[in-house]
């Protein structure tokens, strides 16, 4: 927006303003910022409209957020959009909630689950530019997923013979399976070749990136 900035209320009988509308106005300088925000609460007081303070502030851009998205400067100062670091922290832990490696879940069920989520979510952050966060959440989803499955397969016996029969090598199946109670650890070394990234298209695991490597 630029340094003007326009508002335009419904006046009439029997018209109520939401209980909560957020708003961000963006100007050139810190002081401009400061000049705004006393004159909306001016403006506010007078229509009987109560500003929540501790939510309201004068920042820069990039350290505000509006709406789960938030901003940072491409190369040339150009001005690109994000999901804000709240947002990734919200989506994180819903992802982690539902990949946790107790209750006995399948993998298909789990991944399921994650569909009904991650469709909408990437729905919602789709005009992000940022790629490479995209692309690192789909290999941590992965990660997190091969980690069920060694869970699952608990002895090393299982998980040598498992991992063998999806195609890893003997020496890469050996090294798994010496440590098999290491989940996370073991599910990010070489047994993304037991489980690529085909396997889990195949079973409807949504991409939030265009492209991925692991």
Same mark, same amino acid.
């Given at each position: ?7 335009? =209320? ?23 910022? #400061?000049?705004?925000? #006393? ?19 004068? $920042? ?5 957020? =509006? ?8 190369? $040339?100062?150009?001005?690109?959009? /994000?999901?804000?670091?709240? @947002?990734?922290? @919200? ?13 006995? +879940? ?6 399921? #689950? ?8 990437? %729905? ?9 966060? =995209? ?25 040598? +013979? #498992? ?5 890893? !090598?003997?020496?890469? @199946? @050996? ?11 073991? %599910? ?18 949504? /991409?939030?990136? !265009?492209?991925?490597?692991?």
């Amino acid at each position: 927006m630029r340094r003007e900035f326009h508002v335009r =209320f419904c006046e009439g009988p029997r018209v109520r303003f939401p209980r909560a509308t957020r708003r961000n106005v963006y100007v050139r300088s810190r002081r401009a910022g #400061e000049r705004v925000m #006393e004159a909306l609460r001016g403006l506010f007081a007078k229509l009987r409209l109560r500003v929540n303070e501790t939510k309201s502030a004068v $920042g820069r851009p990039q350290d505000r957020k =509006f709406l789960g998205y938030s901003f940072w400067y491409a190369k $040339g100062s150009v001005v690109k959009r /994000r999901i804000a670091k709240q @947002a990734l922290v @919200a989506m994180k832990d819903r992802v982690r909630d539902i990949t946790k490696r107790s209750g006995g +879940r399948s993998i298909p069920s789990v991944i399921k #689950e994650l569909r009904g989520y991650l469709v909408g979510w990437k %729905s919602y952050f789709q005009l992000a530019d940022t790629p490479k966060i =995209f692309s690192d959440l789909d290999e941590w989803i992965r990660h997190r997923l091969r980690a069920i499955h060694l869970k699952h397969w608990k002895r090393g016996t299982t998980i040598y +013979r #498992e991992l063998r029969k999806r195609g890893l !090598s003997s020496t890469g @199946a @050996a090294k798994v399976a010496a440590n098999g109670r290491r989940w996370w650890k073991n %599910s990010g070394m070489t047994i993304n070749i037991a489980f690529p990234i085909a396997y889990f298209d195949g079973l409807g695991l949504p /991409r939030l990136a !265009s492209t991925s490597t692991r």
